[in-house]
């Protein structure tokens, strides 16, 4: 504020006083005061003059128009900084995406376009598809066999969805009225129930009985319920990520305050209050109700003497909860706000700078804290992990007064972790380093050096005196030499699926099938080359323009035939791979894509992919499976011969998990596609992403067939 | 950046984490409920305080009523029901405090107390939950004022057919109605057989035809019959073909109207020339009442049928857009009604008779009086539907004020409830202090207003900020703390001020005007200064 400015309004608040003081002197003892000052003896004869009534009058007119002023001013003036108001349209919580790359989103948009029960053909072929692929393989009948009975209903004991889905059974009654009283809602409603019913059907319910009563597994048998791929989680322990140089963490410096808000002129409306009282007072001639407007006005100098302090000082340190963070994983956030200056803030309101792709899952960024000195305040919060590094924004802090009539912004710097990122594959698998004479993990059907017992040969001179069988030489006086099964490295080829349909989330806030996929590949060639094997790399969904470094193609693929050795081509591969998985916007523009029939010229580019890998070779699939195409793959594959290990991130959410109906009949299309692809492969890992990457990568690559 | 809500999907917290935190919004309650009892208490008006209280709840809850989207038929139908006990319960506190100023039990200007303490329970209404505020205060508005006008042109009918009957010797009601429905049944129904009422026949039997197919389309026959497979319904096909024959109908009454306009005109000049032996049988087969009269009640019926539907189609569908309801609003006024001519003289005659035992004795007697001849001359009904009536228009008058309030920016336009509940306390406590009620619940009663208000915009701006999902309650309970110490130092001031008086006092020749000019000049000067 400019000096003169300050003068003004030092002189202007003098004035004021002045004029109360001999407004209160006038009231108290009017002689003594006009003759003290004569133009206040003035002032009174020129009112006495005056009629009484009129001047009264007058008098209130002013004091009603002051007092309407003063209400209408009640404003603030303010320079509120966006992340703290979390009204605005983006606040630190929220992670957008394009709605299109939401799983089931065309289906559901189809179905609220639907005013009537005349419009679900459309809706209701997608769903009779379904669950047809779903009585196929739950009970374990030919095609035809379950158009049948799904076009009988047959399939299912709700009567609703068997009509929905019939072609010559009868809706029941009930439903029939609800159609007549409301169209559009029953159509929903009948959606619901055989999106349900198909949900059933899958769990193994048998459509005699209501409710899932046994499963059963294609071939007839027992299923036994699935467990997780892997063991509980570790204990989160605390896991900072230290990035400033010197890892200090002593007290923040104090900042020196300037108010950057102002509500003091809320307050103003209570002067026409104070005004009020005043009058009313002096109308009625009680002096009661003139002192009673101390009250309110106690109140206005109260929060125009409120004032921050001049300098605060904190210290803000932010602790990650996660020592192995995968894509998906939920982390936990937790910041420590502690008040090292030797003023109490008793209005501290302070918002975490979340990363923006990251939604927050649980708890909250934001807190509203009173701290005294040396005291401090945490606040926790979880976030859903995406693929990357993350770096926080500083967090903003806002200070007011003890009345709340001004206020100060600014940020303050966090020690501690300043980003959330993903912990590197092959750190995510868990990676052992072989013993020095082995030299792979693929057993062969030949005997020579190794450790697992194959067969026994006459003795040859040469043969260590360590292989002869002494025991059989003992009995019968015969040189024998033991043998065993030879290990060799293996080899493996890694097809990955990142394509634009696998760009696939259930929430806005979780990552991507292509994500999850991309990350489960990667770790899966470090764990193979950590242990001797020969892998190969096959990348659908990325341009070899797209790859850093000059990379070949197989059929769609982009191709690198040793990514074991040649460690920059593969990285540059992973890296483009994981950049076409992030990307959203240019799989949102690809929408009604089939998820039933692969697309023409799919066959050829896997018969490509096929001819150029290892003839020995085992193809390890990673895919989130949202259409056919990984299954026409996996077949081509396994016609050719090949041993196929299948690991599927799961990004729908689960069966039933959906948030809409779009969602859970894209759940129950991804668990068709993975009983028709079960078959056609020795293992098949459906990832759900809450469980560890490691054990699930382990599972499929030791899960592994001898040769 | 979100741009376009259409395309994006965001998980975002919701709309109702940005609402002030729960811990404001009750201790708001708190404070507003214990000040205010405590100084209707001080002033004597407790019993007129609580009664119009009640009548200020139920004026927040149908406000909250009007402004729901969620079954909106039956909100609006409650909003109508409910309006008649808000404005009885207001008019009756009101009669209350005014009765017991009459006989000087409450304070002159006690009125004014009880009047601030239900703009303060109203306020309390609009805290929990979704903020009201200008939409919702005219959503209230539209659906009241909209009762309030047609209870009105209904209570007419009665009070000006009472009139018109004592007065002038005619009864209104017989007149007109019973003319035209004298003369429809004359056409229609029973008209003479000579000449032959052909137009008037084909016109009963094409309406008759007409209803019934739109009968059997509007009853949910189809729905009944039609399984929804693709094999063929004979019951369908047999409606079908009955729809198909009743259709016919519409030509028929195209052609109805002009025979009817020449049986009508002139009938002579057609069937002058008809012979006799053709024109008696013709006429006996076309006057038949029976069959007229089973037309026109098919048409009856259908319109019966029809509006029926549409009330239960539109209770079952609860994702309705429009504002006012009509099927919440029929059903209200129904209901309105019924109570009013009902049961509303009952309620009539108890509250005349509750004004009469808190007036004087001579005072209740002419009160009586008058009231029994109101009662004689138009109907304990029409009272009681008058009464119903006029407790409506009070309600609509209140929440119209309201909205216009909230327009001209008089009352918040978002979040009225802190605004409203502070001004109403601080009504009441100045109120209080000006009629000599004890010092401490006035002083309370102001500085419970302030502390109400600073609350609101303290909670406002939490909300805002931090969020009811962030952790804020030790904020809110250090600022109330603060606010509390700043209301004991001001209630102190003023005890001690009060206290010097017998020290100092205001001069009795001291003139009033130049110190209030004096007082204005000072706070005009003091509110620049708050200027930032």
């Not at chain 1, 594959?425 to 693929?442: K, N, Q």
């Not at chain 1, 890296?575 to 959203?584: F, L, W």
């Not at chain 2, 000599?436 to 609350?455: C, E, I, K, N, Q």
């Given at each position: 504020m400019s000096r003169l400015r300050w003068l003004v309004r030092r002189l202007v608040g003098v004035v004021g006083v002045t004029v109360a003081v001999v407004a209160a002197a006038v009231a108290v003892v009017p002689g003594r005061t006009t003759r003290l000052l004569p133009p206040v003896a003035r002032l009174t004869e020129s009112v006495g003059s005056v009629e009484s009534r009129l001047l009264l009058a007058g008098t209130a007119v002013v004091v009603g128009g002051v007092a309407a002023l003063l209400a209408r001013a009640n404003g603030t003036q303010t320079t509120t900084d966006p992340t703290l108001d979390g009204r605005r349209d983006d606040p630190v919580e929220a992670a957008a995406v394009p709605a299109a790359t939401i799983t089931g989103d065309a289906l559901q948009r189809r179905l609220d376009r639907v005013r009537d029960t005349d419009e679900l053909d459309g809706v209701a072929d997608r769903l009779r598809s379904l669950a047809v692929g779903v009585e196929r393989t739950t009970a374990g009948v030919e095609e035809a066999t379950a158009r049948e009975r799904v076009a009988t209903g047959e399939w299912t004991a709700d009567s609703l969805a068997a009509a929905v889905l019939g072609e010559s059974v009868p809706v029941p009654v009930g439903a029939r009225l609800r159609r007549w009283l409301d169209g559009s809602g029953e159509a929903r409603r009948r959606i619901r129930r055989t999106v349900t019913a198909i949900e059933r059907r899958l769990d193994g319910e048998t459509p005699q009985t209501d409710g899932p009563k046994e499963t059963t597994t294609p071939d007839g048998g027992v299923q036994q319920p699935q467990t997780g791929v892997g063991d509980a989680h570790e204990p989160p322990t605390a896991h900072d990520e230290t990035r400033r140089g010197d890892g200090s963490d002593g007290a923040h410096p104090s900042a020196r305050l300037q108010t950057t808000d102002d509500y003091r002129t809320r307050w103003r409306g209570w002067l026409g209050g104070t005004l009020g009282l005043v009058g009313l007072g002096l109308l009625y001639g009680s002096p009661v109700v003139v002192v009673g407007a101390v009250v309110p006005l106690v109140y206005v100098a109260y929060a125009a003497g409120s004032a921050l302090p001049e300098t605060v000082s904190l210290r803000v340190r932010r602790t990650v909860l996660a020592e192995q963070i995968t894509p998906g994983d939920t982390v936990s956030i937790r910041l420590a706000v502690t008040n090292t200056g030797d003023s109490v803030l008793s209005d501290l309101r302070v918002v975490d700078g979340v990363p923006e792709t990251l939604g927050v899952a649980d708890g909250s960024p934001r807190a509203a804290v009173a701290l005294r000195p040396d005291e401090t305040a945490t606040l926790s919060y979880t976030v859903t992990a995406q693929r990357g590094h993350y770096e926080f924004d500083d967090p903003q802090v806002r200070v007011r007064s003890s009345a709340g009539s001004s206020a100060?912004?600014?940020?303050?710097?966090?020690?501690?972790?300043?980003?959330?990122?993903?912990?590197?594959?092959?750190?995510?698998?868990?990676?052992?380093?072989?013993?020095?004479?082995?030299?792979?993990?693929?057993?062969?059907?030949?005997?020579?050096?190794?450790?697992?017992?194959?067969?026994?040969?006459?003795?040859?001179?040469?043969?260590?005196?360590?292989?002869?069988?002494?025991?059989?030489?003992?009995?019968?006086?015969?040189l024998v030499t033991t043998q065993f099964r030879e290990e060799r490295a293996g080899r493996a080829v890694v097809l990955l699926d990142v394509r634009p349909s696998a760009r696939r989330s259930a929430t806005a806030a979780t990552p991507t099938g292509a994500t999850y996929a991309a990350y489960a590949a990667e770790a899966a060639v470090e764990r193979l080359r950590a242990d001797g094997d020969d892998v190969s790399l096959a990348v659908l969904g990325i341009d070899a323009d797209a790859v850093?470094?000059?990379?070949?193609?197989?059929?769609?693929?982009?191709?690198?035939?040793?990514?074991?050795?040649?460690?920059?081509?593969?990285?540059?591969?992973?890296?483009?791979?994981?950049?076409?998985?992030?990307?959203?916007?240019?799989?949102s523009r690809e929408t009604d894509v089939s998820d039933r029939t692969p697309p023409r010229g799919t066959d050829t580019a896997a018969a490509a992919l096929v001819a150029r890998c290892p003839a020995d070779a085992q193809v390890l699939l990673v895919s989130p499976f949202t259409d056919a195409v990984p299954v026409s793959y996996a077949r081509r594959f396994r016609v050719a011969g090949y041993a196929v290990t299948t690991v599927a991130p799961d990004h729908t959410g689960?069966?039933?998990?959906?948030?809409?109906?779009?969602?859970?009949?894209?759940?129950?299309?991804?668990?068709?596609?993975?009983?028709?692809?079960?078959?056609?492969?020795?293992?098949?890992?459906?990832?759900?992403?809450?469980?560890?990457?490691?054990?699930?990568?382990?599972?499929?690559?030791?899960g592994g067939d001898r040769r | 950046m979100r741009t376009d809500r259409d395309r994006e999907t965001v998980s975002a917290p919701p709309a109702r984490n940005w609402r002030p935190p729960p811990v404001v919004t009750a201790l708001s309650v708190v404070v507003v409920v214990a000040a205010g009892g405590w100084v209707a208490t001080a002033v004597d008006v407790g019993r007129a305080t609580a009664t119009t209280a009640v009548g200020a709840g139920l004026v927040g809850l149908l406000v909250?009523?009007?402004?729901?989207?969620?079954?909106?038929?039956?909100?609006?139908?409650?909003?109508?029901?409910?309006?008649?006990?808000?404005?009885?319960?207001?008019?009756?506190?009101?009669?209350?405090?005014?009765?017991?100023?009459?006989?000087?039990?409450?304070?002159?200007?006690?009125?004014?107390?009880?009047?601030?303490?239900?703009?303060?329970?109203?306020?309390?209404?609009?805290?929990?939950?979704?903020p009201v505020g200008r939409e919702e205060l005219s959503s209230a508005a539209q659906v009241v004022v909209t009762a309030a006008i047609a209870l009105v042109a209904t209570t007419l009918f009665p009070i000006v057919d009472a009139v018109t009957t004592r007065e002038i010797g005619v009864a209104v009601s017989a007149g007109p109605f019973e003319s035209v429905a004298e003369r429809l049944v004359t056409v229609f129904v029973t008209p003479p057989a000579s000449p032959p009422p052909v137009g008037s026949f084909l016109a009963a039997v094409a309406c008759g035809a007409v209803a019934s197919a739109s009968l059997l389309r509007r009853l949910p026959v189809r729905a009944l019959l039609d399984d929804e497979t693709d094999d063929p319904s004979p019951a369908v096909a047999t409606v079908d073909r009955v729809l198909g024959v009743l259709d016919y109908g519409w030509p028929a009454l195209l052609l109805a109207g002009p025979v009817l306009v020449v049986d009508t005109v002139a009938p002579t000049v057609v069937w002058g020339g008809v012979p006799r032996s053709v024109r008696e049988p013709l006429g006996a087969v076309t006057a038949t009442p029976a069959v007229r009269a089973f037309a026109v009640g098919l048409v009856v019926v259908a319109l019966v049928v029809w509006l029926l539907v549409r009330l239960v189609r539109t209770g079952y569908r609860t994702r309705l857009g429009t504002r006012t309801a009509t099927g919440g609003a029929v059903v209200g006024w129904v209901v309105s009604c019924w109570f009013g001519w009902w049961r509303g003289g009952e309620v009539a005659a108890t509250l005349a008779t509750t004004v009469a035992e808190a007036l004087p004795p001579t005072a209740a007697a002419s009160f009586r009086r008058e009231f029994d001849a109101v009662v004689g001359y138009y109907g304990l009904e029409t009272v009681?539907?008058?009464?119903?009536?006029?407790?409506?228009?009070?309600?609509?008058?209140?929440?119209?004020?309201?909205?216009?309030?909230?327009?001209?920016?008089?009352?918040?336009?978002?979040?009225?409830?802190?605004?409203?509940?502070?001004?109403?306390?601080?009504?009441?406590?100045?109120?209080?202090?000006?009629?000599?009620?004890?010092?401490?619940?006035?002083?309370?009663?102001?500085?419970?207003?302030?502390?109400?208000?600073?609350?609101?915009?303290?909670?406002?701006?939490?909300?805002?900020?931090?969020?009811?999902?962030?952790?804020?309650?030790?904020?809110?309970?250090?600022?109330?703390?603060?606010?509390?110490?700043?209301?004991?130092?001001?209630?102190?001031?003023?005890?001690?001020?009060?206290r010097a008086r017998g020290v100092v006092g205001l001069a009795p020749d001291a003139p009033a005007p130049v110190v209030l000019l004096g007082g204005v000049a000072a706070l005009v000067v003091f509110a620049s200064l708050l200027r930032s």
């Open positions: 100060a912004t600014l940020s303050v710097a966090a020690t501690g972790a300043t980003a959330v990122a993903t912990t590197p594959p092959a750190t995510a698998v868990a990676v052992t380093r072989a013993a020095p004479l082995r030299v792979g993990e693929a057993t062969a059907d030949s005997g020579g050096e190794g450790l697992e017992f194959h067969s026994t040969r006459e003795y040859r001179p040469g043969d260590p005196r360590s292989r002869v069988d002494w025991r059989q030489f003992a009995k019968r006086r015969e850093a470094t000059p990379v070949t193609t197989a059929g769609e693929a982009v191709w690198v035939a040793d990514a074991g050795e040649d460690r920059a081509r593969t990285r540059a591969v992973f890296e483009a791979a994981s950049e076409a998985a992030a990307d959203r916007e240019s799989a689960g069966v039933g998990g959906g948030s809409h109906l779009g969602g859970r009949a894209a759940a129950v299309g991804r668990q068709l596609r993975l009983r028709d692809v079960r078959p056609l492969c020795r293992t098949v890992v459906d990832w759900p992403g809450d469980r560890p990457l490691g054990l699930a990568v382990g599972r499929a690559i030791d | 909250r009523l009007a402004g729901t989207d969620r079954f909106r038929p039956a909100a609006v139908a409650a909003t109508w029901v409910v309006s008649f006990p808000a404005g009885g319960f207001v008019v009756a506190g009101t009669l209350l405090v005014s009765a017991d100023q009459f006989t000087g039990t409450a304070p002159i200007g006690a009125v004014f107390v009880v009047t601030g303490l239900g703009v303060a329970t109203f306020g309390v209404t609009g805290l929990p939950g979704r009681g539907l008058a009464l119903v009536t006029g407790c409506v228009v009070v309600t609509s008058g209140v929440v119209l004020s309201l909205a216009v309030g909230s327009v001209v920016g008089l009352v918040p336009a978002t979040g009225v409830g802190h605004g409203l509940s502070a001004a109403g306390l601080f009504a009441a406590g100045g109120v209080g202090l000006a009629v000599d009620a004890r010092l401490a619940p006035s002083l309370t009663a102001l500085a419970a207003a302030v502390a109400v208000w600073d609350l609101g915009g303290y909670g406002a701006d939490l909300g805002g900020e931090v969020g009811r999902r962030g952790q804020s309650r030790r904020a809110v309970f250090v600022h109330l703390g603060g606010s509390l110490l700043v209301s004991v130092v001001a209630g102190g001031g003023a005890v001690l001020a009060l």
